[in-house]
C-alpha cells in the first residue's frame, strides 16, 4: 500500500505507538499529517484526502491493521484514531434470488448509460424495489450528496468520542409518512465496510426526524446482474459497535430493461 510509509512517519513524529489507546483515542489533525509527509512525493503519499479514506479493513495501512486501529473524522481537520472493531461484515447473500417484477411499464433508456453505484439505485428504486424491500409505499427520495451533521457524542467500547460538524454523504435518503431510510450504496462486491459510513448519518438524521430511521447497504453486482440489500441496525444508538444485520435480500429486476 502506497500510504504505508506515510503512516509509519505519522506515528513516529507523534510517539503514537506509546500511546495508551485502552484510555483514550488519539488526536491527530489535518495539519499534523501534512506536516509529516510534506517531504513524499507522490500524492497518494501526502494528500490528507487519500490518506484517510480507510472504508475497509484492508485499506488500513499496515500499522493500524498490526494494532488493531481504525480512523475517525471528529471535525472538519480533525480525526481520531481509535482501538476497537470499526468495521462490519458485509456477508455475502447464498439464498436464491428473488425475481422482482418492475412496476414501471416503459423502458428507462438512460439508466442504461454507465455503470455508477448512484444510476444503479436509482434504477432500483424508480423500479419500486426500494419500496418494496421497506414495505413502505410512501417512500420518496429527499436526501441525496453531502451535509455537514450536528454535534453528536458515542462510544466504541469504553471510549467517548465527540464529533462536531462531521461531513457525510448518503447515497440515497427516502422520506416516507413514518420512516426515513437512508442507503449506502455500492457497484461491486464488498465484504466489509467502515461502520461509520452508516453510523454518522444514522446519528445525523435521528437528530432532524421523530421518524424511525432506517439503514440500507445495496449492491449492484455487474458479475450476474443482481441487486443485493442489507439492512443494518443499532441496538444503542450511542454505541458505535452495536450495529446488527436485520434482513437481507437479492433480487434479479424483471421488466421492460431486461
Known amino acids: 500500500m502506497a500510504n504505508n510509509e506515510s503512516w509509519k512517519k505519522i506515528f513516529e513524529d507523534y510517539d503514537i505507538n506509546n500511546h495508551n489507546f485502552k484510555k483514550e483515542p488519539f488526536p491527530l489533525s489535518a495539519s499534523q499529517i501534512k506536516i509529516s509527509c510534506q517531504d513524499f512525493k507522490t500524492v497518494a503519499q501526502k494528500e490528507v484526502r487519500i490518506l484517510c479514506k480507510q472504508d475497509s479493513r484492508t485499506d488500513r495501512p499496515n500499522v493500524f491493521i498490526s494494532n488493531n486501529l481504525f480512523l475517525l473524522p471528529i471535525k472538519n481537520g480533525k480525526y481520531v484514531i481509535v482501538k476497537g472493531e470499526g468495521y462490519v461484515d458485509i456477508p455475502d447473500i447464498t439464498t436464491p434470488p428473488k425475481t422482482y417484477n418492475s412496476e414501471l411499464d416503459y423502458k428507462l433508456e438512460t439508466s442504461e448509460i454507465g455503470d455508477s453505484e448512484m444510476q444503479h439505485l436509482d434504477f432500483a428504486y424508480a423500479s419500486s424495489l426500494i419500496r418494496t424491500f421497506m414495505n413502505d409505499d410512501s417512500l420518496v427520495l429527499t436526501i441525496r450528496g453531502r451535509k455537514y451533521t450536528p454535534s453528536f457524542s458515542f462510544k466504541v ?102
Not at 461531513?167 to 413514518?178: I, L, M
Not at 442507503?183 to 446519528?203: C, D, G, H, M, V
Not at 453486482?221 to 435480500?249: A, C, M, V
Open 157 to 258: 467500547g469504553k471510549q467517548l468520542i465527540e464529533t462536531q460538524s462531521v461531513q457525510t454523504e448518503v447515497d440515497g435518503g427516502y422520506e416516507g409518512r413514518k420512516n426515513v431510510v437512508l442507503i449506502e450504496a455500492k457497484n461491486s462486491k464488498t465484504s466489509n465496510t467502515i461502520i461509520r459510513q452508516l453510523f454518522y448519518p444514522y446519528k445525523q438524521w435521528k437528530t432532524y426526524t421523530q421518524k424511525n430511521v432506517f439503514l440500507l447497504f445495496f449492491e449492484r453486482r455487474k458479475d450476474n446482474g443482481f441487486y443485493y440489500i442489507w439492512q443494518y441496525g443499532f441496538t444503542d444508538e450511542n454505541n458505535y459497535n452495536s450495529i446488527k444485520l436485520i434482513k437481507s435480500e437479492r433480487y434479479l429486476i424483471d421488466g421492460p430493461n431486461v
